[in-house]
């Protein structure tokens, strides 16, 4: 079997006695964007974190293009080569609120690559535009919308160019048109530079949209690891609960429909003649 | 319990037990710091002659720290001149001649009065700032966001701040120190029978060049401290505001002590030294 591009073997992490996660296992191929998904708490943050080596795992290791990048014996400083091809956006967006949002995306572009003034001018309008912000160069983070702050952040840290990018719920501060934006973003990335995307959310919607893969995280395991169709087709009830409620809140009325329609159990009744008849007891 | 003894007995132990083990912890937590601000104190200088690629961080923290602190230094040292000069007349009272006023005074003044307050003064605007500046980007989850970016912390934001204070510290207490002399040349013309002709002359009488400089050069670590604490009790607060509120506290709090205690070492060792 080929060695697949980032690798989540075994990861646990603690806080006290609060037990965050257990055995985690992911694998992620090149140029694949895999969403993770699961309750609030659960601790997806807490698996990105690990990923970019801001905290150590207690257990289990990460392994990157065959190379074990975090493991609970890894001291950090060896992690800075890697660190500088992975991309982060965070939940809070963590903009450096002493700067302009020009400056905010000016400074890494500055002090770790080799362009001119002139094209870092260019790049950040440029990232500016792809988020759809234009004209904000000047503003503080302070002055900024939830939504407005968490696309900087992007913006800030895709200018980097990096292989592989993780987002901490990008869509979640963010109106449906504005979601879809950033989807498209997403998937625009993969197309062009190949860039291999982690996405943690609770947008089910914007999951099936641009996964290739979803990943279900539940007391502090991965109990699920497949396809949108797969996840769809799942029996296990609480994912079904999970996608279902979700559904609802997300999905556009047509599908809504569909999907009552599909559960009207007389009309399951009339398709299938054989079924028993409704009886007396039934509610 | 059958055997009363026994209980005792037990019962002695195990609180010596607990006694032991809360001595080894508190040991144990005071070394860590020890550790964590000895790494600090290491990365921060290593990177010190990294200053010339970002020179313009490092003037910024400059003129927050010297230029602005100004005023406030500047208050305080006209009070402390006057009072020295208003202290000393009255520990004289009819047992030292008043020509040997300014001598006391200046002598206070330079090797203590004006080194320490400046230094007091200082940290209560700057170690507080620092450590709710590094609190609240921790908080706020902006120390992660340079690490993702592969922005080192400790280059663009400590660093600029210690050598601010190492080389703001000095000049501020040269300019402390001239306005507490003036501050005690007021008070002592208009509160004090003592002409300025007087004065002056007991102010150079015994007039130390090295006492001045020493008392100058050791700001610089008293500089140092302030940076130092204030860096520390960020990075170590816990998040959220109440967290940067703590670590504020500590910050001024410690680095007040650490300055006591250092100026007494300097203090100490001069003096061995001299004689
Ligand atoms: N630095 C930390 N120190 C202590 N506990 C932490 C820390 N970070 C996370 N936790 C704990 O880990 C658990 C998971 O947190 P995490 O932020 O990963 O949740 P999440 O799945 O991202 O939730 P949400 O969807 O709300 O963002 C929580 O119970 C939290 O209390
Ligand atoms: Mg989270």
């Given amino acids: 079997m080929e060695e697949s591009f980032l690798k989540i ?3 646990k992490k603690h806080f006290g006695s609060n037990q965050v996660l257990i055995d985690v296992n992911i694998d992620i191929n090149k140029g694949e964007i895999v969403s993770i998904i699961g309750q609030s708490g659960h601790g997806k943050s807490v698996i990105l974190k690990n990923i970019m080596g801001l905290m150590l795992p207690d257990g289990g290791r990460i392994i990157f293009e065959g190379e074990v990048i975090s493991s609970p014996t890894k001291r950090s400083e060896e992690y800075e080569q890697v660190r500088k091809r992975f991309g982060m956006l965070f939940q809070g967006a963590a903009l450096f609120d002493s700067m302009t949002v020009g400056e905010n995306i000016a400074f890494p572009l500055r002090e770790r690559t080799s362009m001119s003034e002139e094209e870092i001018n260019k790049t950040i309008v440029d990232v500016l535009a792809m988020v759809g912000l234009h004209g904000i160069e000047e503003v503080m983070p302070a002055e900024l919308s939830g939504g407005m702050r968490s696309r900087v952040g992007l913006a800030r840290a895709i200018a980097m160019k990096p292989e592989v990018m993780l987002y901490d719920e990008p869509t979640s501060a963010l109106d449906p048109i504005m979601s879809d934006k950033i989807n498209d973003l997403i998937t ?16 089910i919607a914007s999951a099936y949209k641009v996964s290739d893969k979803i990943a279900m995280l539940h007391d502090g395991k991965i109990i699920f690891h497949g396809t949108p169709g797969e996840i769809r087709a799942s ?9 279902r409620g979700q559904r609802k809140m997300y999905y556009a009325v047509e599908d809504e429909k569909t999907y009552e329609e599909q559960v009207d159990l007389d009309k399951i009744r009339a398709q299938t003649p054989w079924a028993p008849k409704r009886s007396k007891f039934d509610g | 319990m059958k055997n009363p003894g026994l209980a005792l007995v037990t019962n002695i132990l195990i609180n010596a037990g607990k006694l032991f083990y809360g001595i080894v912890d508190v040991i144990g937590i005071f070394l860590r710091h020890v550790k964590y601000i000895s790494d600090l104190i290491y ?19 400059m003129y927050i720290i010297g230029v602005e602190s100004l005023p406030l230094v500047a208050v305080t040292s006209v009070f402390v001149g006057g009072e020295a000069v208003i202290q000393a007349n009255f520990q004289f009272a009819g047992m030292v001649p008043l020509r040997y006023l300014g001598y006391a005074v200046s002598k206070s003044l330079v090797t203590e009065l004006c080194p320490v307050l400046t230094a007091f003064v200082v940290s209560s605007r700057i170690s507080t700032a620092i450590a709710a500046e590094i609190g609240s980007m921790k908080t706020s989850e902006q120390l992660d966001a340079m690490t993702c970016l592969s922005l080192d912390s400790f280059r663009y ?56 400089i020493i008392g100058i050069l050791k700001t610089t670590v008293f500089g140092a401290i302030i940076a130092i604490t204030g860096a520390h009790f960020g990075f170590q607060s816990r998040k959220g505001a109440q967290g940067v509120g703590e670590a504020t506290t500590r910050a001024v709090m410690f680095s007040a002590v650490l300055i006591l205690f250092f100026d007494f070492m300097i203090a100490f060792f001069v003096l061995k030294a001299k004689f």
Avoid at chain 1, 188 to 203: E, F, P, Y
Avoid at chain 2, 55 to 61: A, D, G, R
Avoid at chain 2, 171 to 178: M, T
Wanted: proline share 5%.
């Fill in chain 1, 235 to 243: 029996r296990n009830p609480y994912i079904q609960q999970f996608i």
């Fill in chain 1, 188 to 203: 625009d990335l993969r197309n062009k530079l190949n860039m291999t995307s982690i996405i943690v959310t609770h947008d």
């Fill in chain 2, 157 to 212: 934001l400590i660093m600029p701040k210690f050598v601010a204070c190492v080389l703001m510290l000095p000049v501020l207490v040269i300019f402390s120190e001239l306005i507490a002399f003036i501050g005690s040349i007021i008070t002592a013309m208009f509160f004090i029978d003592v002409s300025l002709y007087v004065y002056l002359t007991g102010l150079k009488l015994f007039f130390s060049l090295p006492d001045m």
């Fill in chain 1, 9 to 11: 073997e075994h990861l």
């Fill in chain 2, 43 to 61: 990365n921060t200088i290593i990177r010190v002659p990294l200053l010339v690629k970002n020179v313009n961080l490092t003037t910024h923290q």
